[in-house]
């Protein structure tokens, strides 16, 4: 009788364990550098921007290393190797540096990444200026996401395999979608602040036109 799959991996702790810790260093820089009076929303944002520009830098950007210039997942060494194969048992496009996929993380590794980055500057300073980058950020992120797997979508998904619970349901579903929900509230958030502003000041001008 032939074993049943392994669901979880030592590389699989590995690489939520990683997940995790970022997540708490972007708390604590939330804790660190916002004011205790701080929205919650600011400061829900704070932390979703710390831990995605972490991800952006240290997770996406070894995979963007392993990928160019010749290499590939599939045939590198090292723990990040190791994680990525681990991911592309459930998408197979990224242990073969698949040119879409690179491009999408160029994208986001060199571009996405510095913005967090920069937006978070912003918070800190208590710019409100912050929330038309925000709107740029994530209409990138949302497009990231759609470019990744739309065209898979429509091939039939022939790179994706979901017989694994865990790559299932933690790797494609939760790892992908909050990138999906996150990025659509933050864009409320921000378009609320933006529209609110301007119809103030339109107001104002009517008021003191008539």
Not at 85 to 102: H, K, L, M, N, S
Not at 126 to 133: F, L, Q
Request: aromatic content about 16%; hydrophobic content about 50%.
């Amino acid at each position: 009788m032939a074993d049943a799959p392994t669901i979880f991996t030592k590389t699989s702790a590995f690489s939520l364990a990683g997940v995790a810790g970022i997540g708490l260093l972007a708390h604590l820089g939330a804790k660190t550098l916002l004011p205790r009076n701080a929205r919650w929303q600011d400061r829900f944002t704070f932390i979703w921007l710390a831990f995605d520009a972490m991800i952006h830098f240290s997770f996406e950007g070894s995979f963007l290393w392993l990928s160019v210039f010749g290499r590939q997942v599939n045939t590198s060494s090292g723990p990040f190797a190791e994680l990525w194969r681990e991911y592309a048992a459930a998408d197979f496009r990224w242990g073969t540096a698949d040119p879409t996929v690179v491009s999408l993380e160029i994208l986001t590794v060199l571009g996405a990444g510095p913005m967090c980055c920069y937006i978070l500057y912003q918070l800190a300073r208590g710019d409100a200026a912050r929330h038309y980058w925000i709107i740029v950020l994530s209409t990138a992120e949302l497009y990231g996401g759609w470019m990744t797997f739309c065209p898979e979508w429509l091939t039939g998904s022939p790179n994706l395999n979901t017989s694994n619970v865990l790559h299932l349901w933690v790797y494609l579903v939760l790892m992908n979608t909050i990138w999906v929900f996150i990025p659509l509230w933050l864009m409320y958030d921000s378009y609320t602040h933006i529209a609110g502003a301007l119809r103030a000041t339109q107001g104002s001008i009517k008021s003191k036109t008539s």
